[in-house]
C-alpha cells in the first residue's frame, strides 16, 4: 500500500428539481420511514429487557447460575440494540443531531489516517487523497459514521487492491446545478470516493442506497452502509450522487452547501438502561405518577422507581393519567409522562393538568423526534418540562427525578 496525500489549508431540504433524483428521494423516504417505526417500536422492547436484566442481577448471587442468565440476556439485548441504532441512524439521523461548526476536511483527514492504521499488511490499496479546507455546519459524530461508511465499502471493493482517490473541495455551482441538485445554496464542499474496484451492475446500483439491501453475506454487514450516507447528507441539507460501472469502479459524490438553515441546536439521549440503581432516601415517600401507553416500558419504569424508593401510580394514557392526578393530586410529588400516546398525547396532557395544578413538576420523555419538534414543544411554553429522550439509562432517569423534586 503506498498512501500518498496532499492537504491545503432542521429545514429539510427542497425537492430537487431533477426527476430521476426525486423519484429515488422519494422512494427511499418511504422505505426508510418504515424501517424507523419498526426500530422505534423494537427499541421499546430492548428497553425493557436490558432494564429487567438490570434489576436480576441486583438481586441474584454473583457468579450464580443465575447470574450467568441474566448477563447473556443483556448481552443479547445490547446487540439487537446495536444494529437498531444503526437503523435509527439510517431512518431518523435527526434523533442524535448535535450540528457545530466544524472543519470537514481536518475530520475526514482524521478517519482516513485512522482507517489505513487499521487495514492490514496485505492490502494493496493505493491511496491518493487531496483536500481542501472546509468549514461548515454539520454534525462531527454523524459525519465520521458517513467516512467509516464510505472507507469501509471501497475496501470491501478493493479487495483484491486497487486505487482510491478522495476529493474535498469548495467550488460554486450555477444556479441550474444547484437548483437540480435540490440545493439551498451555489456555494458547496464537493466530496468524492472514487474507488477503481469491482463496481455494481446497474440492478445493485438502482438499489444500492435502499435499507438492509446488500450484495455482501450477512457476516459482512446489514445493508445499511449507503443508507445512512444517503439520511445524513439529506439532513444536512445536501445531496448525494452514485456512478458505478462493473469491473471498472464505483463514485460517491456528496454536496454540502456552504450555507444552510441548520439550527445551532443539541438533541438529548444516552445508553439504555443499565445495571445502576438509586437507593438515595430523597425518594422515600414521594409518589411519581407514569403515564406510557407502552406496557412493557410501563411496567420496567415502574419496576425501578419502585426499587429506588418511590411510590408509583400508572396510567397508559393523557386521560387516564388525567383522571389518576385528580384523585391522588395532594400524594403526587412528580409527573412523568410519554410523549406520543392514543386518546390524549403527553403534550395535551400537560396542557390540561397545569388547569389542575400548574405547580407540580412534570418530565416528558420521548423516542420521537417528529413528535418532539420544537413548534409542537412551545406549547408548553413559558415553562416546558425536562424532555428525557428514550432510551435512557436508570442513572439519568433518577438524577432527573431528583432534580426536578429539589
Not at 435512557?392 to 426536578?404: A, G, I, T
Request: aromatic share 4%; hydrophobic share 40%; charged share 25%.
Amino acid at each position: 500500500m503506498t498512501p500518498s496525500s496532499s492537504f491545503t489549508s432542521r429545514l429539510p431540504p427542497k425537492p430537487p428539481g431533477d426527476p430521476v433524483l426525486r423519484a429515488r428521494d422519494e422512494r427511499l423516504d418511504s422505505l426508510k420511514l418504515l424501517a424507523g417505526q419498526l426500530a422505534h417500536d423494537f427499541n421499546n422492547f430492548i428497553a425493557p429487557i436490558l432494564g429487567y436484566a438490570s434489576l436480576i442481577k441486583e438481586e441474584v448471587v454473583p457468579n450464580s447460575q443465575a447470574m450467568q442468565y441474566a448477563m447473556a440476556l443483556d448481552n443479547s439485548a445490547r446487540k439487537s440494540e446495536r444494529i437498531l441504532e444503526n437503523v435509527l441512524l439510517a431512518a431518523r439521523p435527526q434523533r442524535r443531531f448535535r450540528p457545530q461548526t466544524i472543519d470537514l476536511s481536518a475530520l475526514l483527514e482524521k478517519e482516513t489516517q485512522s482507517w489505513l492504521g487499521q487495514l492490514p499488511g496485505s492490502a494493496q490499496i493505493d491511496l491518493q487523497i487531496r483536500l481542501s479546507a472546509c468549514q461548515l455546519t454539520a454534525d462531527p459524530t454523524q459525519w465520521q459514521n458517513v467516512f467509516h461508511q464510505l472507507l469501509s465499502n471501497s475496501r470491501f471493493a478493493l479487495a483484491t487492491g486497487g486505487r482510491l482517490d478522495i476529493a474535498l473541495e469548495r467550488l460554486s455551482l450555477s444556479a441550474e446545478r444547484a437548483e437540480a441538485l435540490g440545493l439551498n445554496s451555489v456555494d458547496v464542499c464537493k466530496m468524492a470516493f472514487a474507488d477503481h474496484g469491482l463496481g455494481m451492475s446497474p440492478a445493485v446500483l438502482d438499489r444500492a442506497f435502499d435499507p438492509f439491501y446488500s450484495t455482501r453475506s450477512k457476516s459482512l454487514g446489514v445493508g445499511l452502509g449507503l443508507t445512512i450516507v444517503h439520511s445524513v447528507t439529506r439532513l444536512h441539507e445536501g445531496q448525494v450522487l452514485l456512478e458505478s460501472q462493473e469491473n471498472e469502479g464505483t463514485t460517491v459524490t456528496i454536496y454540502l452547501p456552504m450555507v444552510s438553515s441548520l439550527a445551532e441546536k443539541r438533541a438529548g439521549g444516552s445508553s439504555p438502561m443499565t445495571g445502576w440503581v438509586d437507593r438515595s432516601p430523597p425518594s422515600i415517600g414521594k409518589t411519581v405518577l407514569v403515564a406510557d401507553d407502552d406496557p412493557l416500558v410501563l411496567e420496567v419504569v415502574k419496576a425501578c422507581l419502585l426499587r429506588s424508593g418511590y411510590d408509583v401510580l400508572v396510567a397508559r394514557d393523557g386521560r387516564e393519567a388525567l383522571e389518576v392526578f385528580r384523585r391522588h393530586e395532594t400524594d403526587i410529588s412528580l409527573v412523568l409522562s410519554d410523549v406520543t400516546m392514543p386518546a390524549m398525547s403527553g403534550i395535551e396532557f400537560v396542557l390540561q393538568l397545569r388547569q389542575v395544578n400548574a405547580h407540580v413538576p412534570v418530565v416528558l420523555m420521548s423516542g420521537d423526534a417528529e413528535a418532539t419538534r420544537e413548534e409542537k414543544l412551545e406549547r408548553l411554553d413559558p415553562v416546558r418540562p425536562h424532555l428525557l429522550k428514550k432510551p435512557f439509562s436508570v442513572k439519568d432517569l433518577m438524577e432527573v427525578l431528583r432534580k426536578r423534586m429539589e
